[in-house]
């Protein structure tokens, strides 16, 4: 069982930044792409960014574009994201996933995704 560890969350005033890592613990894998989604209190898990390791191509919502950067190390299946300009409305737990190598090459927010962490709570006050 692959369990995805998630770190860096916090509270944060608006406009400042927090860098979030995801590593998995545990057996190594390998992967063929790894995401970050949130859910705010009383609202649906919406996805927020995602990374394919074949050209190191980027997919992030429409709601967090320019002001969060996606990154990681395919080596080590490990997954940042640097958030910036942070907004009361980013406060979330924020959950990593990654995405097997199968023969479906869909990412992004449609995944789908095989494992989850457990996530880390990020706090963005007025």
């Known amino acids: 069982q692959v369990q995805l560890v998630e770190s860096g969350g916090g509270l944060v005033q608006a406009g400042g930044s927090l860098r979030l890592s995801c590593a998995p613990s545990?057996?190594?894998?390998?992967?063929?792409?790894m995401g970050w989604f949130r859910q705010a209190p009383g609202k649906e898990r919406e996805y927020v960014a995602a990374?394919?390791?074949?050209?190191?191509?980027?997919y992030y919502a429409d709601s967090v574009k320019g002001r969060f950067i996606i990154s990681g190390d395919n080596a080590k299946n490990t997954v940042y994201l640097q958030m910036n300009s942070l907004k009361p409305e980013d406060t979330a737990v924020y959950f990593c996933?990654?995405?097997?190598?199968?023969?479906?090459?869909?990412?992004?927010?449609?995944?789908?995704?095989?494992?989850w962490g457990l996530g880390t709570q990020v706090t963005v006050s007025s």
């Open positions: 990374i394919r390791w074949r050209a190191s191509s980027t």
């Open positions: 545990g057996r190594t894998l390998r992967s063929y792409a």
């Open positions: 996933a990654v995405k097997l190598p199968t023969t479906s090459s869909s990412w992004g927010p449609v995944g789908p995704y095989d494992y």
